[in-house]
């Protein structure tokens, strides 16, 4: 196997992609430049991530991401929006999502106004002509992203929650950047938007579509890199607690009972919740009153009191045993 240090991908030379149009070219970013703005959009990851996210870049491929949820597959699409300074356009999956939906659909009722307006001044026949064009088109999350007149972050939400058909569909779309439209023509692409899909797994995407792909699997932060969220998101929250609160979250993580571990976002909240509740460290008393913020079944909660215990918990974490 041949491997490319992140030296030699920071090198690789501008290329023109012959197929789009005259003055386009691969978007020029280098990893440093990526891993800044990362920082400074708040979004803290590891390296391999980065590198990950860096090559779907240079390669102008989609990237997938799957984790469980509330582990940042959406906030990179936000973050990524951020760091390009440009829009980001979200297509939020669910079952049956369709193409009317996703790409483009005809404005009925202007085109009805408009066959009304045409019918009292009496020109039925020129106005069926008119009726499909640009005017009247309802432009979907996808030719949005297609059309925009510059690059554009495009987000797939979830695609897992859609049906496989429209997955079908999807990856014509995202592997030629085009999109026919019968009575209009073929639209391709003026800028290839910076694609990302995410999904939690629900169930497994087809081979056709993570060939198209560079995949990343984005898992739970190990300690030292939730204390570097919990510091850019909750600052208030100070070093102490910052510290308890990622090696208590993490220690409740690996108890393999536990059937919704805690996610990021359900650190923050704690973390913001513990600030409100003016503390500077984890008691086992507080641990109990909020632990609802972290685990939201009272199945997990039932498991945590048996199995983990909040006063046991706090003396972990004094003790450095977590
Ligand atoms: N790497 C990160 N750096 C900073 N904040 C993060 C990071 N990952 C997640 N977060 C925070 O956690 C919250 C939840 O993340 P997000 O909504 O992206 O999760 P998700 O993986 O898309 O979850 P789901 O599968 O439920 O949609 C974000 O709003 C953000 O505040
Ligand atoms: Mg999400």
Known sequence: MVFFSPEFLYNIVIVKRASLEKGQYFMFVSLEKLQKGFTSAGYICDEEVILTVYLALRLEKPLLIEGPPGVGKTEMGKALA????????????????????????????????????????????????????????????????????????????????????????????LSDFQVSIPELGTIRARHIPIVLLTSNSE????????????????????IEREIEIIKARV???????????????????????????????????????????????????????????????????????????????EKKIRSSLV
């Open 203 to 222: 169930r497994e995407l087809s081979d056709g579509l993570k060939r198209r792909c560079v995949f990343l699997y984005l898992d739970f932060p190990g």
């Open 82 to 173: 951020r760091i390009f300074n440009t829009e980001l356009i979200r297509l939020q999956c669910y079952e049956g999502l369709d193409e009317n939906k996703a790409l483009y659909e005809w404005n009925y009722q202007k085109q009805l106004l408009q066959l009304q307006a045409g019918r009292v001044e009496g020109r039925y026949g020129r106005v069926d002509g008119d009726l499909f064009s640009r005017e009247y088109l309802l432009e979907r999350p996808l030719l949005k992203a297609i059309q925009s007149d510059r690059k554009v972050v495009l987000l797939v939400d979830e695609v897992d929650k859609s049906d496989s058909e429209f997955e079908a569909f999807l990856f014509e779309v």
């Open 235 to 313: 600052p208030q929250a100070g070093e102490r607690l910052t510290a308890e609160i990622a090696r208590a979250v993490h220690h409740i993580r690996q108890n393999q009972e536990i059937r919704k571990k805690p996610s990021i976002a359900e650190t923050l909240d704690w973390a913001r919740t513990l600030v409100s509740l003016n503390m500077d460290r984890l008691q086992g008393s507080t641990i109990e009153r909020t632990l609802n913020i972290l685990l939201k079944a009272r199945g997990d909660q039932r498991v945590f009191r048996e199995q983990i215990g909040a006063d046991a918990l």
